[in-house]
């Protein structure tokens, strides 16, 4: 009997240590996906997994959320990427009919960043999500990166939450053409909670919308390659409380369609409030300007812009195709109560409204506003 006792308890030990030393690669929740916390890559097709935030994930390829699964990243996980593989092989993707749920907080924010000892712009990817919300380029198109089918006719439609995310490096390329953002958005609904993101160092745009409905509010967007802030495709969302610095191409760049500027329906209505638009150290590109609008412009609306000193003369760049002559001339771009700096004198193209001093932007003219404190 003593015998018995003892190997029992021999084989119980085993198999405790066994599961012990397998806790970083295990099964998660109720999804077949098999998680390992250094080789975080491949499709989540079924159920939840949850990131556990006392470990510190290497992401080794894409990893896509499939329709139907959720992702839930909870509050101070990081997830690096890895310093060897593809850069273009690098970043995460959330399908049509599935969920991420990003729950940071202002203490411990979500981190998706560079593994490399010495992280630049385009060491990986970024975050690509798709939804179900109209775009005027028709149902279901192809993200440009990541292969994601997206767009419909549920503007409302939700992929989840993203709350204090830190994206950074982002913006790998495979053609000039063809790049990740920090964060992309295409066609995704109003149902999506999205507030506090911070992208720094993106290889291309730091946020993009194509299509959708989804409103953003408290983005930070520093040392952005290409624009910061960029929409088209009939996106219907807002985007209030918008820091941007470093920029050097636009601050914002807002279209409606490329193929059809002047007819693609439905078309852009972008309401954006709140908003500073700061040089920074980044060098500006000649024939870019604070805000470009281009390829039928559609209605944008800006409420309390503010653009630094040290901008271009010319506060936008405008197409010279009919879409934007025609929105132009109705009168749907728009600013409303606005601080341009001294070397800002060139205010051709939006109809100006209100008053033209003491406007804060983002809450604090050109510095940092207090909102993105937790960004530091």
Partial sequence: MKKSLFAMAA???LALTSCSSDDNNKDTNNSS??????????????GTVTLDPTQTYTLTGGLVVKGGATLVIPAGTVIKSSPTAEATSLY????RNAKINING??????????????????????????????????DNGTSEVGGLSYGGNDNADSSGNI????????????????????????????????????????????????GGAVNASNLTIIN????????????????????????????????????????????????????SIV?????????EKAINYKEGGGKQTYT???????????????????????????????ITNYTFGASVTDLTGPKLAGTSTGNLGAGNGAELPTWANWTK
């Avoid at 996906?33 to 079924?46: H, T």
């Avoid at 995460?92 to 399908?95: G, R, T």
């Fill in 163 to 210: 709350n204090f995310l830190k994206i950074s490096y982002t913006g790998s390329k495979y053609t000039a053409e063809k790049e990740y953002n920090g964060v992309s958005f295409f066609g995704v609904g109003s149902g999506t909670v999205v507030s506090d993101i911070y992208t720094f160092e993106s290889g291309d745009d730091g946020i993009e919308f194509f």
């Fill in 33 to 46: 996906f098999v998680l390992k916390v250094d080789d975080l890559k491949g499709e989540i097709k079924d």
């Fill in 92 to 95: 995460i993707a959330v399908e």
């Fill in 105 to 138: 907080t202002a203490a411990k924010p979500v981190i998706m960043t560079s593994g490399k000892a010495t992280p630049a712009q385009s060491d990986w990817g970024g975050l690509i999500i798709a939804g179900n919300g109209k775009v005027n380029t028709g």
């Fill in 304 to 334: 309390n812009l503010y653009v630094a000193d040290g901008m271009p003369a010319a506060l936008t760049k405008l197409s010279a195709d009919a879409g934007v002559t025609a929105n132009l001339a109705a009168g749907n771009f728009t």
């Fill in 279 to 287: 040089k920074g150290g980044a060098t500006f590109l000649a024939d």
């Fill in 11 to 13: 084989i119980l030990g």
């Fill in 224 to 275: 952005s390659y290409d624009d910061s802030l960029d929409f088209a495709d009939g996106w219907q969302g807002t985007a209030t409380n918008v820091y941007i610095k470093g920029v050097s191409k636009a601050g914002v760049e807002g279209s409606t369609n490329a193929k059809d500027p002047s007819g693609a329906s439905p078309m852009t209505n972008a309401k954006v409030t709140n908003i």
